[in-house]
Structures are given as structure tokens and as C-alpha cells.
Nanobody, 121 residues
Framework: QVSLVETGGGLVQAGGSLSLSCAAS????????MGWYRQAPGKERELVAH???????NYGDSVKGRVTISVDSEEKTGFLQMNGLKPEDTAVYYC???????????????WGQGTQVTVSS
């Protein structure tokens, strides 16, 4: 069964850094575009970062200059490096990716389970 597994959340002090990972699990032919989103309590889910299959990136305005998205296509894993974290970055972070499962060979969007990031002041 194909899924995305996130790791790396946790508690960090303001100004600190965290790195999140999002790995495809199961029999996957290809990892295409990948994105990271976050949702804080009482707020809508918002874009943090996105990378297309050819490496073009897009970042949310609130995190520009502080986060970097990267993808290891061979390992079918994406990363989100976050620096200069602020209390307002506290949220559940979700990855999503366009995966092509071996079984279907149909590109399909999958979501990770979410990982909590808490930034203390």
C-alpha cells in the first residue's frame, strides 16, 4: 500500500531550526511534484512550499527566506528545512506528493499524516 510518511516535527525555541522529511512508502515508480502545507488551530490550511517535478519552487509569503524545500527523487523523499522559526509557525505540517504507484501506474496525489511543529517564544 502506497503512502507518505512524515517525520521530524517537534518542539523548538523561537529562532531555532527544524527539518521535516516526507518519504514515499510502498511500491512507487515515480515521485513527481511535492508540497508542504500547514494548518494552525482555527485557521485554514496554507501553502508552505511546493516543488514541481522539474524543480521549480514556490513558497508561502509568510515563510519566504526561512524555509527550503528539496526532493531526492531516487529515494522518493522530500524535505523541508525551516530556519528562524517563529511562534506563528506553530501548526501541523502536511506533505503531499504526486506518486505513481507500481500497481496502477496512474499518478495520484497522496497526503502525509501530518506532523506537529511547535515553536515556543
Amino acid at each position: 500500500q502506497v503512502s507518505l510518511v512524515e517525520t521530524g516535527g517537534g518542539l523548538v525555541q523561537a529562532g531555532g531550526s527544524l527539518s521535516l522529511s516526507c518519504a514515499a512508502s510502498g511500491s512507487v515508480l515515480r515521485l513527481g511534484a511535492m508540497g508542504w502545507y500547514r494548518q494552525a488551530p482555527g485557521k485554514e490550511r496554507e501553502l508552505v512550499a511546493h516543488m514541481t517535478s522539474i524543480g521549480s519552487t514556490n513558497y508561502g509569503d509568510s515563510v519566504k527566506g526561512r524555509v527550503t524545500i528539496s526532493v531526492d527523487s531516487e529515494e522518493k523523499t522530500g524535505f523541508l528545512q525551516m530556519n528562524g522559526l517563529k511562534p506563528e509557525d506553530t501548526a501541523v505540517y502536511y506533505c503531499n506528493a504526486l506518486l505513481t504507484p507500481l500497481a496502477s501506474e496512474i499518478p495520484t496525489v497522496y497526503w502525509g499524516q501530518g506532523t506537529q511543529v511547535t515553536v515556543s517564544s
